[in-house]
């Protein structure tokens, strides 16, 4: 026979007005708010190789020591900065302003008249060409065409791999270790 308080436990339910929005909450391991979502060994995606062709599974994070504490919502949202009402032109001022500057602009009214002459000045103003440094001398030309040129450089790279090949004992550049010719 049961007694009346493990009769409770089993058949325990909410009132129906709380049932929807009840705030009432048992905390779970480790003092934490809501469900732990940890996963288990099999269902972990990451894994770390063990040698000889076995894998496991990555080891686990530490759990977070801000668990079990509500976080305020000066911390999870952004406060203002400034007292309210202290923002600087509304959105409909500042509308009105560039469409005042925009008629303004097309009835040929460019702002004040030193703003308008100092743009003249900048206009007017011839630039200074730039001035070649007396020391420069151009890189003189071989003379040679690019087919000339590209044969001139693969002879000489050839000339080196016979040295090379020489020098270590070797026939072939593929018994080297770092090619000497480029492809």
Do not use: C
Request: hydrophobic share 20%.
């Amino acid at each position: 026979m049961k007694t009346f308080q493990q009769y409770r436990t089993i058949t325990e339910v909410y009132d129906t007005t709380v049932q929807g929005r009840s705030s009432v909450f048992k905390p779970n391991e480790g003092g934490r708010v809501g469900a732990q979502r940890k996963k288990t060994n099999p269902e972990r995606r990451r894994t770390k190789s063990t040698g000889g062709g076995e894998t496991t599974s990555a080891k686990d994070y530490k759990p977070r020591s801000d668990i079990g504490t509500h976080k305020p919502r000066s911390e999870r949202e952004q406060q203002p900065t400034q007292a309210r009402g202290t923002a600087g032109v509304s959105g409909a001022e500042a509308q009105r302003k560039a469409y005042r500057e925009r008629k303004a602009r097309e009835r040929g009214v460019q702002g004040k008249p030193k703003d308008l002459e100092k743009a003249a000045d900048k206009l007017l103003a011839i630039k200074p060409k730039e001035k070649v440094d007396p020391k420069y001398k151009p890189v003189k030309s071989s003379g040679l065409t690019t087919k000339e040129r590209k044969a001139l450089y693969k002879k000489g790279e050839r000339t080196l791999r016979d040295i090379r090949l020489k020098n270590l004992g070797k026939t072939k550049e593929s018994e080297l270790k770092h090619k000497v010719t480029s492809k």
